[in-house]
């Protein structure tokens, strides 16, 4: 499965860089397959494996912030692996016409 997702501490001022970075850190310790970009990091694995880390990288937050919001999207095709590189290389596949 494919999780997208966005920890915002909420309550600490404007710039939250630094307490993101916490979230990040946890998914990239995790082992597991990730993407993070300006909005959303992505991680992939089985269903357990990925929200432990979601759960994780919240708590991390949390610890820091006295409000945390948290956005999850997930796309779940038992069987599938590589999802995260395979469903951007078919986009830019078809942007390049092939």
Known sequence: MLVAFSVTPLGTGEDVGELVAEAVRVVRASGLPNRTDAMFTTV??????????????TDAVAARAPRVSLV?????RPGVTGAMDAKVASVERHLSGG
Do not use: T
């Not at 992939?44 to 990288?57: F, I, L, S, T, Y």
């Not at 999850?72 to 779940?76: F, I, N, Y």
């Open 44 to 57: 992939e694995g089985e269903w357990d494996e990925v929200m432990a880390v979601v759960k994780a990288a």
């Open 72 to 76: 999850v999207k997930a796309d779940l």
